[in-house]
C-alpha cells in the first residue's frame, strides 16, 4: 500500500459531547466521525464511529512577498460547545484559522415565484400567480460551510488554537506571538503575548504551546523550547509580557548532555478537566504540575526510557524533534501519551501503574483485546518482548484523544485511525 503524505493524519480532537470525533490531516482535509446511536438490536454496536463529514478546510497557498509556501496541513482543530443543531470548529494551518459551521439538511423548499424548477431565473412579465413555497423531504445532506476566515495574523506558523471559557474568544498561537480574537470580528486580533527580541539574534527560545484555563476565562498558559512554562492572567495586563507563575525544573547537572536543551523542549501543555494540574510533555516524559507549586512537577512518568542511549542516532534521523501530544481522561485519573513503534502509554496517576499498547494493522482485529507490549534494553530477551534495537521510528504516535465522559480512545498512526475502548461486560 502506497502512503500518501496527505493523507497523514496531523490532528485529532472530540467534540464536547463525545459524539462527534474530528481529525484533520496533511492535505488539508478535515473528516468528521460521529458515533452510531444504541440500537436495540446491536447493543453491542454503540460507540462505533462511522464517517459523518469530509470536507476541504484550508488549500495551499503561495506568499509572493516573502517566496513562501504556505502547506494546506491542518495543525489544530477545537470544537465549540454546541448551542443549536448546528456544529462548529475551528482549525487551523500554518497561517490561517477558519471556523467551519457544520449542518444537516434533510429537507428542500419548492415552488420558487421567481425561478424556474431548473433554477432559472423566470421573465417577470410572465409570472401572473403567487405560489407557496413548500419543503419537502429529502436524502439527509450534511454540509460544512466556512462562517469566518481569521487571516493576515501570524508571520510564524501557528502551533495552537485555544477556545476561552467565555466562547467569545479563541487565541492562536505561534512560535513568537499568540492573539487574542473575537469569533465575530476576523479583521483584527489582540496581541497578548509577544517575546520576539529587538534583534533576532539575541532569540533565545520560542513558544511550542499554548492554551486557555478551563473555567476561568482571563487564565492561559503557554509553553516554551526551554522546557519552561508560564501561567498569564489578562487582567494584570493588556499585553501579558510579565507572567503570574513561571513552572519549572531544575536541570540535574549530572544528567547533562549535548541533547539536553533539545529533549526539555516542551511539545504540548494541557489544562486537566478540573482545572487545578497542567500536563506538559517533553521528548522523554510527561509531567503533572501543581498550579501552586511552580519549581518542580508534582508527577513525573517515562515515557520511553530506554531512548537515552539512542539520542545520537534519533538526532540523526530528526527524530529527536517529533512534538509528542499528551492527553487526561476525563476524570483526570489517567494520561496518555504516544511513542515510536506505534506504541502509546497510559499512566494510571492513583495506582501508579502504567501500560504500553500497540496500535497497528495486525493485531487491531474488531473486538481484539490489546495486549501489553514490553521493551527490552540489552541483555536477554523474552519472548513477548520488543528489542530496543528493531523499534521503528517511522511508526510514531504523535497526536491522541481520549473521550470526554468514557473510556474511549482515538490514536492516529501515521494515515490510520484507531479507536479503542474499554471492554464492556
Not at 484533520?24 to 454503540?46: A, L, T, Y
Not at 513568537?176 to 469569533?183: G, H, T, V
Not at 518542580?296 to 524533534?321: A, G, M
Request: charged fraction near 30%; proline fraction near 4%.
Amino acid at each position: 500500500m502506497k502512503l500518501f503524505s496527505a493523507d497523514i493524519i496531523s490532528t485529532v480532537e472530540f467534540n464536547h459531547t463525545g459524539e462527534l470525533l474530528a481529525t484533520g490531516d496533511k492535505g488539508g482535509r478535515v473528516v468528521i466521525f460521529q458515533r452510531e446511536q444504541e440500537s436495540k438490536n446491536q447493543v453491542h454496536r454503540r460507540g462505533e464511529y462511522n464517517v459523518y463529514s469530509t470536507f476541504q478546510s484550508h488549500e495551499p497557498e503561495f506568499d509572493y512577498l516573502k517566496s513562501l509556501e504556505i502547506e494546506e496541513k491542518i495543525n489544530k482543530i477545537r470544537w465549540l460547545p454546541q448551542q443549536n443543531a448546528a456544529y462548529f470548529l475551528l482549525s487551523t494551518n500554518d497561517k490561517t484559522v477558519k471556523l467551519w459551521k457544520v449542518s444537516e439538511r434533510d429537507k428542500r423548499p419548492e415552488g420558487y415565484n421567481l425561478k424556474d424548477e431548473e433554477g432559472r431565473l423566470r421573465d417577470p412579465a410572465t409570472i401572473t400567480t403567487l405560489r407557496v413555497p413548500v419543503l419537502r423531504p429529502m436524502d439527509l445532506m450534511v454540509e460544512a460551510t466556512p462562517r469566518r476566515v481569521f487571516a493576515n495574523a501570524h508571520t510564524y506558523h501557528i502551533n495552537s488554537i485555544s477556545v476561552n471559557s467565555d466562547y467569545e474568544t479563541y487565541m492562536s498561537a505561534d512560535d513568537l506571538r499568540i492573539n487574542l480574537w473575537n469569533f465575530e470580528i476576523t479583521n483584527q486580533s489582540f496581541n497578548i503575548v509577544d517575546i520576539k527580541p529587538a534583534n533576532m539574534e539575541e532569540l533565545t527560545e520560542v513558544i511550542t504551546a499554548a492554551e486557555f484555563h478551563p473555567h476561568h476565562c482571563n487564565t492561559f498558559v503557554y509553553s516554551s523550547s526551554k522546557g519552561t512554562i508560564r501561567l498569564c492572567d489578562m487582567r494584570a495586563s493588556a499585553l501579558c509580557d510579565r507572567h503570574t507563575k513561571f513552572f519549572e525544573e531544575p536541570e540535574d547537572p549530572s544528567n547533562r548532555s549535548f541533547f539536553s536543551e533539545i529533549i526539555s523542549s516542551i511539545s504540548d501543555v494541557k489544562f486537566s478537566h478540573s482545572g487545578r494540574y497542567i500536563m506538559t510533555r517533553d521528548y522523554l516524559t510527561a509531567k503533572v504540575w501543581d498550579l501552586n507549586m511552580e519549581n518542580r512537577p508534582v508527577e513525573t512518568y517515562q515515557v520511553h526510557d530506554y531512548l537515552r542511549s539512542k539520542l545520537c542516532s534519533l538526532y540523526e534521523n530528526d527524530c529527536i524533534f517529533d512534538k509528542f501530544e499528551c492527553v487526561w481522561n476525563g476524570s483526570d485519573s489517567v494520561i496518555m501519551t504516544g511513542s515510536y513503534n506505534n506504541f502509546f502509554r497510559m499512566f494510571d496517576r492513583n495506582t501508579k501503574r502504567d501500560v504500553t499498547l500497540e496500535a497497528s494493522r495486525e493485531n487491531s482485529k474488531p473486538r481484539a483485546i490489546l495486549k501489553p507490549r514490553k521493551v527490552c534494553v540489552g541483555g536477554k530477551r523474552r519472548k513477548d518482548e520488543i528489542s530496543v534495537d528493531s523499534l521503528d521510528f517511522s511508526k510514531k504516535i504523535l497526536h491522541t484523544a481520549w473521550h470526554p465522559s468514557e473510556n474511549i480512545i482515538a490514536v492516529a498512526a501515521t494515515n490510520n485511525l484507531y479507536i479503542f475502548q474499554d471492554k464492556v461486560n
